[in-house]
């Protein structure tokens, strides 16, 4: 089973790429992010069509993030488990089978020490928040139906992957130029700790639990040749939790597909799990 996060960075403008894409690679499960299409213009029926279920959250314009799955996607929630009305469409969370799938596109934060700044930092904390609830109350609590087998399902433990756009260089390593970023927006230390907490609860950052080449990236700016140079960041991921870590059998980035004609400023970030 194939997973994979991709920052499309505007839906509508590379509907195209993403569906010749799907066609090719026939993943299991695409969260996408920066979707920046209102829930009324997705392509929901093109995407049945093309065999995946859909579940999205957006706004016009700016961010906006969606789950695609060629299983039924069920037990849909697009915010955060506090329901603190936020009018940024950067959560929504889906189950597929046995597993609780999040899609998140994370606040870029503009500056260090900036209103954004503070904003992404409390976003972090309520997301840590809110994977620790799901990780605690399990599938089969939120599935508990009344009857002889009630306390099995009560047991039951949830697969949980949260893949995204986390604007955060987890490592040294996820950056081209670990000097030139080092304190920057995307880089700082506060961020990075941010990041690493929402690990702590028991996620896997399954990019780094198989070797890959240097300069793995995902994020390169459209300015100054940062591709052709690989000048790039890695600020995307897909986590999951421990049970589902250990079936992780591979990952990687589809550097690929930032290349060509008008491409997302992202490539798609991987990993496979055995079932």
């Not at 469409?89 to 799938?101: E, F, L, Y």
């Not at 309520?126 to 009560?154: F, I, T, V, W």
């Not at 390169?220 to 870590?245: Q, T």
């Amino acid at each position: 089973m194939r997973v994979v996060s991709w920052n499309i960075n505007s839906l509508r403008k590379r509907q195209d790429r993403l569906f010749e894409w799907l066609g090719q690679t026939r993943p299991e499960i695409v969260c996408l992010q920066e979707t920046k299409c209102p829930d009324d213009q997705f392509p929901a029926l093109a995407l049945q069509a093309a065999g995946y279920d859909s579940a999205y959250h957006g706004e016009k314009s700016y961010n906006g993030v969606a789950i695609l799955s060629k299983t039924k996607l069920t037990e849909v929630r697009a915010s955060l488990c506090d329901e603190v009305v936020d009018p940024q469409a950067r959560v929504i969370a889906a189950t597929v089978g046995s597993m609780r799938v999040y899609s998140v596109y994370a606040p870029n934060g503009q500056a260090v020490g900036s209103p954004a700044y503070k904003y992404k930092l409390e976003w972090y904390a309520r997301l840590r928040e809110c994977l620790k609830r799901e990780s605690a109350m399990g599938l089969g609590a939120r599935k508990l139906q009344p009857g002889p087998d009630h306390r099995q399902a009560a047991d039951a433990t949830v697969d949980l992957v949260v893949c995204g756009d986390f604007n955060v260089a987890p490592e040294d390593v996820d950056v081209h130029d670990p000097a030139l970023w080092r304190g920057a927006i995307m880089c700082s230390d506060a961020e990075r700790r941010a990041f690493h907490q929402l690990c702590d609860i028991g996620l896997r950052d399954t990019l780094r639990l198989h070797p890959q080449p240097s300069g793995v990236f995902t994020w390169w700016d459209y300015r100054m040749l940062a591709f052709p140079k690989n000048r790039g960041l890695r600020i995307d991921a897909v986590l999951a939790s421990e049970n589902l870590a250990r079936k992780c059998a591979a990952s990687g980035v589809d550097r690929d597909l930032r290349k060509g004609k008008d491409p997302s400023d992202h490539a798609p970030i991987w990993a496979e799990f055995r079932q």
